[in-house]
């Protein structure tokens, strides 16, 4: 059985966890501002930070008790068998899938804004290419650039935030706040969201770290209170520059706010939009990692190619997984916009999070004695509250964003009959309630 090879500590994780979602602070959040204003955006991300800090908590429970690199894909085949597996799995990949070329455009924006002879979609092409080259070398060398990615990014959102604060007025923070009423808040969630979407993503290297139990819970909790903070007061810094009218359809409104303090010929509005590149390259460095690791999973149990499980013997890393995530993230960048893209991550996210929540209330039933060495503070009602919210924000997005829920779910459906058609249903159905952590 292919294994992977365990290198990552605390640092580590921090690192990977802040670094997959330390990309949504610099852009993807400001399309909320286009269906909700100022504050209802920002109302929407009080409750989005409630619910992944309940989420995290809990979830976290699942990972240091499971540490499989198929995360939440594990949790649900050890709760409810196949079919729970099939709809965490393809959500997940969904999840990383969409949101690499998300952050790919971001890239090739960023780089426009620099440079405008620099066409976009080439930029975010090859961005796909140079960074699965650079996960090829290997699990430690790129969690290293990952750490070192996200520190800049962190002290460059720290020194973007002292630059801009001073001229944060609370009146622009409150022109036109919520035109579009509280109808506007639920339109705006999935964008909430993308403030932390993906940050479960550590679950995919669980199997990487060493000393498993302690250091994931650490890892986890650091990251998720990292990220909260910046992007709460990103969001309010940016918001309190120019009317949002000004910035809700970019995807890269942080060089535009500099840029309207410093003037857009100040070399350091140049400065900050190149610093600001290592964000995204964090998070889409970081994302790049965890997609393999599920895609690898997957086809690890037979719910992909066995192919796509395959690992090199010097390095260790899924580099069939890598190559075929890195194709289709490049095709989805080319066909979506980066919004539709967003929302479609977003709708896989709070579908792992709503399954994760019911694995963790399932096992808790089914297998009480599992170890578990973190357990969710205040169960039964830490989960729930996630569970509750994850559902609110689904809903949310079937009802605002109707024809992009209908591709995810038919995407679901093809991949569901492939499932049977292949008869992988029957070989898993043997299989469980084997323990999934052996694997």
């Keep these: 059985m292919p294994e992977l090879k365990k290198a990552l500590k605390p640092v580590h994780l921090w690192a990977i966890g802040v670094g997959l979602v330390i990309s949504g602070e610099y852009f993807g959040w400001n399309y909320g501002w286009g269906v909700a204003g100022t504050v209802g955006l920002l109302i929407a991300a009080l409750i989005i930070t409630v619910l992944y800090f309940t989420f995290i908590f809990s979830f976290t429970e699942l990972t240091t008790a499971i540490p499989n690199a198929g995360g939440p894909f594990a949790y649900a085949f050890q709760a409810f068998g196949p079919i729970g597996a099939l709809i965490a799995g393809y959500a997940t990949v969904i999840e990383f899938l969409f949101a690499t070329p998300a952050i790919a455009l971001a890239l090739g924006s960023y780089v426009h804004f620099l440079y405008p002879s620099i066409p976009v979609v080439l930029c975010s092409v090859l961005s796909f290419v140079v960074f699965t080259l650079i996960n090829l070398l290997g699990i430690q060398e790129a969690a290293w650039f990952s750490l070192i990615m996200t520190l800049i990014a962190i002290g460059e959102l720290l020194l973007f935030m002292g630059v801009v604060f001073p001229h944060t007025s609370l009146n622009t923070f ?51 209170t990292t990220i909260a903070v910046l992007a709460l007061t990103v969001m309010i810094s940016v918001g309190g520059i120019t009317n949002w009218e000004n910035l809700d359809h970019l995807d890269y409104p942080m060089p535009e706010a500099v840029a309207i303090v410093l003037g857009r010929q100040n070399p350091l509005t140049k400065f900050f939009a190149s610093v600001g590149l290592f964000g995204l390259i964090a998070s889409f460095h970081g994302i790049i990692i ?33 190559l075929v995530g890195a194709l289709f993230g490049i095709l989805a960048l080319v066909l979506l916009n980066t919004s539709h893209l967003v929302v479609l ?69 093809i991949v569901a009959g492939l499932f049977y058609i292949t008869g992988q249903y029957k070989r898993s159905m043997q299989e469980w309630p084997t323990d999934v952590t052996a694997n």
Aim: charged letters at 10%; aromatic letters at 16%; glycine letters at 6%.
């Design 174 to 224: 409150l022109h036109n706040p919520m035109p579009f009423g509280w109808g506007g808040v639920f339109a705006a969630l999935p964008f909430a969201i993308w403030l932390f979407v993906c940050l479960e993503g550590v679950a995919m290297v669980a199997e990487e770290v060493e000393d498993q139990k302690s250091a994931i819970a650490k890892g986890y909790i650091s990251a998720v």
């Design 290 to 322: 965890s997609y393999s690791r599920q895609i690898f999973a997957l086809a690890r149990s037979g719910y992909l190619p066995r192919v796509l499980s395959t690992v090199s013997k010097k390095r260790q890393v899924p580099y069939w997984a890598l």
């Design 345 to 413: 991550s977003t709708i896989g996210a709070v579908v792992v999070y709503i399954i994760s929540m019911l694995a963790l209330f399932r096992l808790r039933q089914t297998q009480p004695n599992m170890p578990r060495s973190f357990k969710a503070p205040f169960y039964p009602v830490f989960p729930a509250i996630a569970l509750l919210l994850a559902v609110v924000a689904l809903a949310a997005m079937l009802y605002f964003y109707s024809w992009l829920s209908l591709l995810f779910l038919g995407g679901l459906i």
